[in-house]
């Protein structure tokens, strides 16, 4: 009879403790360095598939007071994670209000807690008099996963296995393990900007920029074609201890690691086609802006000289040079485009003099002018075959050469004799033909007259 009165007692007890509103919140949670001497850089792509260490700092705040006197189950948890050391008595710590420890407070461990397990059961509790306000934990050391991040709990239980209430929390610092993969060193952003507009004019032969269409901002010689962003992200830097095993910092990669940067652009550009692209590099400290920002400035064609300007697409490749990591490539990155205004053509199949006259069938490109002013003619090649052994063009893909003006009111005939001697012997190809003038007032035709005597003449569509 006494056995049942007592065994109804201690579960009338332990519902009398369940019922009581307590949670218990994670504070001070940190993943501290862990110092060791470092005497060469290590290759930050290898840390991907090491193991992270780092110290591990915990308190646990209740905000409903446990009595200290009650037995409890203070259980703490790692996901992703593992101790590296192995836990005693002395690193749980229970607190009165005012963070003093208790005296007299009594602590064993019950499961867990050594070196490799993921969790730690202690059986704790206090004097017969007063609460527990809050738990300390002595720092820990633990491992995890090159990219895994790891998690903490704390779950509080009576003795009885009743829940009181738990709280659970990431490492903030051990987030930078998702980050020390080389690919995620540095970030690169490039913002396209407005299509850049050569302006029309005979006497500057698309040299300048026309203002009132292009980007707001561009002058006659200058147009922003994008803005470039370098960003270090926030990697803290592990140090190496044992093959495979390093101990996560606090230092993160900063300016001070980058040796240079430079970038790379294709499309028409260089000192020849009267186009230049800034910023080129390598640059150091030119244009940084905020804390982890190593880089950041407006991409801009400048022109020069006199030269007709060609219409191109424009990509830019960031190359980042660190003093001891791999350089970083950061891929091409679309920038805005440079087009001329006026009108142009793609004529497909021009057969060049000298094929002309071994196959007898010649090609001519006809621009008709409705207009009222006269207006300047510019051609390119943009494919070229079946060119003699030896030979070499005049001019390549992208650069226009003028080669003739159509009047007012009248025609010009682009004969294929004209063609080679402006481009050189491209054999057979096509030929792109650009007009300074409005599109409503040019029509451009390809004529072929075949050996039998056949002509054959076909409106060329226009493109931008």
């Given at each position: 009879?006494?056995?049942?009165?007592?065994?109804?007692?201690?579960?009338?007890?332990?519902?009398?403790?369940?019922?009581?509103?307590?949670?218990?919140?994670?504070?001070?949670?940190?993943?501290?360095?862990?110092?060791?001497?470092?005497?060469?850089?290590?290759?930050?792509?290898?840390?991907?598939?090491?193991?992270?260490?780092?110290?591990?700092?915990?308190?646990?705040?209740?905000?409903?007071?446990i009595?200290?006197?009650?037995?409890i189950?203070?259980?703490?948890?790692?996901?992703?994670?593992?101790?590296?050391?192995?836990?005693?008595?002395?690193?749980?710590?229970?607190?009165?209000?005012?963070?003093?420890?208790?005296?007299g407070?009594?602590?064993?461990?019950?499961?867990?807690?050594?070196?490799?397990?993921?969790?730690?059961?202690?059986?704790?509790?206090?004097?017969?008099?007063?609460?527990?306000?809050?738990?300390?934990?002595?720092?820990?050391?633990?491992?995890?996963?090159?990219?895994?991040?790891?998690?903490?709990?704390?779950?509080?239980?009576?003795?009885?296995?009743?829940?009181?209430?738990?709280?659970?929390?990431?490492?903030?610092?051990?987030?930078?393990?998702?980050?020390?993969?080389?690919?995620?060193?540095?970030?690169?952003?490039?913002?396209?900007?407005?299509?850049?507009?050569?302006?029309?004019?005979?006497?500057?032969?698309?040299?300048?920029?026309?203002?009132?269409?292009?980007?707001?901002?561009?002058?006659?010689?200058?147009?922003?074609?994008?803005?470039?962003?370098?960003n270090?992200?926030?990697?803290?830097?592990?140090?190496?201890?044992?093959?495979?095993?390093?101990?996560?910092?606090?230092?993160?990669?900063?300016?001070?690691?980058?040796?240079?940067?430079?970038f790379?652009?294709?499309?028409?550009?260089?000192?020849?086609?009267?186009?230049?692209?800034?910023?080129?590099?390598?640059?150091?400290?030119?244009?940084?802006?905020?804390?982890?920002?190593?880089?950041?400035?407006?991409?801009?064609?400048?022109?020069?000289?006199?030269?007709?300007?060609?219409?191109?697409?424009?990509?830019?490749?960031?190359?980042?040079?660190?003093?001891?990591y791999?350089?970083?490539?950061?891929?091409?990155?679309?920038?805005?485009?440079?087009?001329?205004?006026?009108?142009?053509?793609?004529?497909?199949?021009?057969?060049?003099?000298?094929?002309?006259?071994?196959?007898?069938?010649?090609?001519?490109?006809?621009?008709?002018?409705?207009?009222?002013?006269?207006?300047?003619?510019?051609?390119?090649?943009?494919?070229?075959?079946?060119?003699p052994?030896?030979?070499?063009?005049?001019?390549?893909?992208?650069?226009?050469?003028?080669?003739?003006?159509?009047?007012?009111?009248?025609?010009?005939?682009?004969?294929?004799?004209?063609?080679?001697?402006?481009?050189?012997?491209?054999?057979?190809?096509?030929?792109?033909?650009?007009?300074?003038?409005?599109?409503?007032?040019?029509?451009?035709?390809?004529?072929?007259?075949?050996?039998?005597?056949?002509?054959e003449?076909?409106?060329?569509?226009l493109?931008?």
């Amino acid at each position: 009879m006494n056995k049942n009165f007592l065994l109804v007692a201690a579960s009338a007890a332990a519902l009398a403790f369940a019922g009581t509103a307590v949670s218990a919140d994670l504070s001070n949670v940190t993943l501290a360095t862990v110092g060791v001497t470092e005497t060469a850089p290590y290759a930050i792509a290898n840390v991907a598939t090491g193991t992270l260490r780092g110290d591990v700092t915990l308190g646990v705040e209740y905000d409903s007071p446990i009595p200290s006197g009650n037995n409890i189950l203070v259980t703490v948890k790692l996901t992703n994670a593992v101790f590296g050391e192995a836990f005693t008595i002395s690193d749980i710590d229970l607190l009165d209000g005012a963070g003093v420890p208790i005296v007299g407070q009594q602590r064993t461990i019950s499961d867990g807690g050594a070196v490799g397990d993921n969790f730690v059961t202690f059986l704790a509790s206090g004097t017969a008099s007063g609460l527990v306000h809050s738990i300390d934990f002595n720092d820990k050391l633990i491992e995890f996963t090159a990219g895994a991040v790891p998690t903490i709990a704390v779950e509080t239980k009576t003795e009885f296995g009743t829940p009181i209430e738990g709280g659970s929390a990431n490492f903030g610092a051990a987030k930078a393990a998702t980050l020390v993969k080389y690919d995620d060193l540095v970030s690169v952003d490039v913002t396209a900007g407005e299509k850049a507009i050569l302006a029309l004019s005979d006497t500057n032969i698309f040299s300048q920029f026309d203002t009132s269409k292009s980007p707001v901002g561009t002058t006659s010689t200058v147009a922003t074609l994008g803005n470039i962003d370098v960003n270090l992200n926030d990697v803290y830097l592990p140090s190496l201890q044992s093959p495979g095993l390093y101990n996560l910092t606090t230092t993160e990669v900063d300016e001070g690691d980058v040796s240079s940067i430079a970038f790379t652009y294709t499309g028409v550009n260089g000192g020849s086609t009267g186009i230049t692209l800034a910023p080129a590099g390598p640059i150091l400290t030119a244009g940084l802006s905020p804390a982890n920002d190593i880089y950041t400035a407006n991409v801009t064609a400048t022109l020069s000289g006199s030269v007709a300007k060609a219409n191109s697409d424009y990509t830019v490749n960031v190359r980042v040079n660190f003093v001891d990591y791999p350089t970083f490539q950061s891929g091409a990155k679309p920038l805005a485009s440079i087009r001329r205004d006026g009108v142009t053509a793609e004529v497909p199949w021009v057969a060049s003099a000298t094929l002309a006259n071994n196959n007898l069938t010649k090609s001519t490109i006809r621009v008709a002018n409705k207009g009222g002013e006269a207006a300047a003619v510019y051609a390119e090649y943009v494919t070229s075959a079946n060119r003699p052994a030896g030979t070499s063009t005049v001019v390549g893909r992208g650069v226009p050469v003028e080669i003739g003006s159509v009047a007012a009111g009248s025609d010009l005939q682009i004969t294929s004799s004209a063609l080679t001697t402006a481009l050189g012997e491209f054999g057979r190809g096509n030929i792109v033909v650009t007009v300074e003038a409005n599109a409503d007032d040019i029509t451009v035709n390809n004529r072929i007259v075949y050996a039998d005597g056949r002509v054959e003449e076909t409106p060329v569509i226009l493109i931008d």
